[in-house]
């Protein structure tokens, strides 16, 4: 549910996708072996982890259930191909179109090797691309500027409720004020410093 009114809004992974597809501009050769937010992944790790998981929520909107959809993200680090750059963009429009074919929601998927109702993954696609959005501008020195719905979407799929899990895949939540900007509250959420920054 949104925190903000009650709802739950819908998860259109457009706004998301293009972000990250600008952002892809920022990044060279330097960056690469640079750290992240996520512990375990160097920029072209976390590049790789964006191609996969394009690929996977691409397939589970589909329904296309196979090796994209049933590798788990915590089987081995990935693995970034020569090619990331001309290859991630149009696979993010995929998963963008995917999402946006009123089936992609209706009855069960998988991702991740885990099953989940097609309306939960689509929450769950589209934070992954704020949430590693925003790791991949931190990383690279460059403004991250989500739109609200999409931060709205991952303030409620990442704030603990007792009828719903929380992924477990991220940390535990980082206190930050109550005024504090949406973008800080979300990332946060994800167990995240939103000041952040490579070297801290």
């Known amino acids: 549910m949104d925190t903000e009114n009650g709802t739950t809004p819908t998860a259109d992974l457009g706004p998301a996708a293009r972000m990250i597809t600008e952002l892809l501009d920022g990044v060279d050769e330097r960056h690469l072996a640079g750290p992240t937010p996520c512990p375990d992944y160097a920029v072209r790790e976390l590049l790789a982890h964006l191609v996969g998981l394009s690929a996977a929520f691409r397939d589970a909107a589909r329904k296309d259930l196979g ?94 409720r007792d009828n719903i899990p929380r992924p477990d895949i991220f940390g535990p939540p980082v206190p930050v004020p109550a005024d504090a900007p949406l973008v800080d509250r979300a990332i946060a959420m994800s167990g995240r410093h939103p000041d952040w920054q490579p070297g801290r």
């Open 67 to 160: 090796p994209t959809t049933d590798n788990s993200p915590k089987a081995a680090l990935p693995v970034l191909g020569d090619d990331w750059r001309a290859a991630l963009p149009p696979l993010l429009d995929e998963l963008v179109a995917a999402w946006r074919d009123p089936a992609a929601r209706q009855g069960m998927t998988r991702a991740g090797g885990v099953d989940l109702p097609g309306e939960v993954a689509a929450m769950v696609a589209l934070n992954e691309l704020v949430v590693h959005g925003w790791d991949l501008a931190r990383s690279t020195g460059q403004k991250y500027e989500a739109d609200e719905a999409s931060l709205l979407v991952s303030l409620a799929m990442l704030t603990p």
